[in-house]
């Protein structure tokens, strides 16, 4: 009998791959840094039973629509923005994301970045590399203190309960607010919940942690902007495209808001002349909150398993549901 047919969009660790490779014949795009082209894409979702896909593949109705024997797309991350899933579901094809494997790692680098933009440390790190380091000053890159500030979380699942929970042991005050209160965390974490402009004008550090979806699409706009504290800081781990990058940008210029920590962008990979890189107050990292080689290596892991599963007649791990 012939083996079901498996594309995976991006070179990953063939040790992830071993159990899929039992069960399927795997090909694989052989470059780690680039995306393939959609034309290959497209080709290549025409034949497949199954795609491993990255969060930085769209995969819309059109390409969907055309990928008539497949019955799962693996997307190696938690959030699923980049797959239409109203039309996959229609099509009866599975789409299955990380959840969980990759939650304290995000959150590792969620507070990385609260503490990188703070207290300046890349700005820091520069200073001393570039050789500008002649003597100490009592003021000499001071930042903000994280310990004792009110964090103010935006979209507290499971990351955002992490981030709470790291930030607990800063002795911060927490805020949060999602659609739906969580009467549990608010008491292991002394979480208090509130609404968006309260959270954004009581918090010392907004950390943007929701899913995107229409409802979160550009929700960190120029008034919320306004909404905030001239000494807040901006974190962005969740997506983008929950920010309008323009009155993110204006806030920063006209120092409405202190500073911004961001790793994700609107358009990744983002133009390196973008303004918000020109800015000391911002620090910009690649889109890498799950990017440790313990956790990527689980996400595979569980990516892989959820194809396995799914050719198999199985329930797979973990689908989007
Ligand atoms: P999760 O457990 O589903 O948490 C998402 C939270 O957002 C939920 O508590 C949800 O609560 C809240 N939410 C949803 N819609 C909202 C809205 N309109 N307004 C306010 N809150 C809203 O997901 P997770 O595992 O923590 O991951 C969160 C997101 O982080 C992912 O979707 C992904 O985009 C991003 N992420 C980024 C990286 C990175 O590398 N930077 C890595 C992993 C994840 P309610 O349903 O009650 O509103």
């Given at each position: 009998m012939q083996k079901p047919y498996v594309f995976i969009t991006r070179k990953l660790p063939d040790e992830t791959l071993v159990e899929l490779n039992q069960i399927a014949e795997v090909k694989m795009w052989p470059h780690e840094e680039e995306a393939v082209p959609r034309d290959v894409l497209l080709a290549e979702a025409r034949k497949a039973d199954g795609l491993l896909t990255m969060l930085s593949d769209n995969f819309d109705a059109e390409l969907l629509q055309q990928a008539s024997s497949l019955k799962v797309v693996a997307n190696l991350a938690v959030g699923y923005d980049n797959i239409d899933i109203k039309t996959a579901s229609n099509l009866g094809i599975t789409v299955c994301n990380t959840p969980d494997v990759l939650t304290d790692s995000t959150a590792d680098l969620a507070f990385s970045l609260i503490l990188a933009t703070a207290r300046r440390i890349v700005e820091s790190a520069n200073y001393v590399k570039e050789g500008k380091w002649n003597s100490w000053g009592p003021l000499l890159l001071a930042g903000a203190d994280v310990h004792h500030k009110t964090i103010g979380i935006v979209g507290m699942g499971r990351i955002g309960e992490a981030v709470a929970r790291r930030a607990k042991g800063f002795d911060m005050k927490i805020l949060y607010h999602n659609r739906n209160r969580k009467p549990e965390a608010e008491v292991s974490l002394n979480a208090e919940y509130k609404d968006f402009h309260e959270l954004l004008k009581q918090s010392?550090?907004?950390?943007?942690?929701?899913?995107?979806?229409?409802?979160?699409?550009?929700?960190?706009?120029?008034?919320?902007?306004?909404?905030?504290?001239?000494?807040?800081?901006?974190?962005?781990?969740?997506?983008?495209?929950?920010?309008?990058?323009?009155?993110?940008?204006?806030?920063?210029?006209?120092?409405?808001?202190?500073?911004?920590?961001?790793?994700?962008?609107?358009?990744?990979?983002?133009?390196?002349?973008?303004?918000?890189?020109?800015?000391?107050?911002?620090?910009?990292l690649p889109h890498i909150g799950s990017a440790s080689v313990e956790t990527r290596m689980k996400m595979a892991e569980l990516a892989c398993r959820n194809i396995v599963n799914i050719l198999n007649g199985k329930e797979p791990e973990t689908p989007v549901t």
């Amino acid at each position: 009998m012939q083996k079901p047919y498996v594309f995976i969009t991006r070179k990953l660790p063939d040790e992830t791959l071993v159990e899929l490779n039992q069960i399927a014949e795997v090909k694989m795009w052989p470059h780690e840094e680039e995306a393939v082209p959609r034309d290959v894409l497209l080709a290549e979702a025409r034949k497949a039973d199954g795609l491993l896909t990255m969060l930085s593949d769209n995969f819309d109705a059109e390409l969907l629509q055309q990928a008539s024997s497949l019955k799962v797309v693996a997307n190696l991350a938690v959030g699923y923005d980049n797959i239409d899933i109203k039309t996959a579901s229609n099509l009866g094809i599975t789409v299955c994301n990380t959840p969980d494997v990759l939650t304290d790692s995000t959150a590792d680098l969620a507070f990385s970045l609260i503490l990188a933009t703070a207290r300046r440390i890349v700005e820091s790190a520069n200073y001393v590399k570039e050789g500008k380091w002649n003597s100490w000053g009592p003021l000499l890159l001071a930042g903000a203190d994280v310990h004792h500030k009110t964090i103010g979380i935006v979209g507290m699942g499971r990351i955002g309960e992490a981030v709470a929970r790291r930030a607990k042991g800063f002795d911060m005050k927490i805020l949060y607010h999602n659609r739906n209160r969580k009467p549990e965390a608010e008491v292991s974490l002394n979480a208090e919940y509130k609404d968006f402009h309260e959270l954004l004008k009581q918090s010392d550090f907004v950390v943007s942690l929701a899913p995107l979806t229409a409802e979160t699409k550009g929700m960190f706009n120029r008034e919320a902007f306004q909404s905030m504290k001239e000494s807040a800081i901006f974190i962005n781990v969740g997506r983008g495209a929950a920010v309008d990058e323009s009155a993110l940008i204006e806030a920063l210029q006209n120092k409405t808001i202190a500073g911004a920590g961001l790793d994700v962008f609107e358009k990744e990979p983002i133009d390196p002349k973008h303004s918000l890189l020109m800015m000391k107050q911002v620090v910009a990292l690649p889109h890498i909150g799950s990017a440790s080689v313990e956790t990527r290596m689980k996400m595979a892991e569980l990516a892989c398993r959820n194809i396995v599963n799914i050719l198999n007649g199985k329930e797979p791990e973990t689908p989007v549901t």
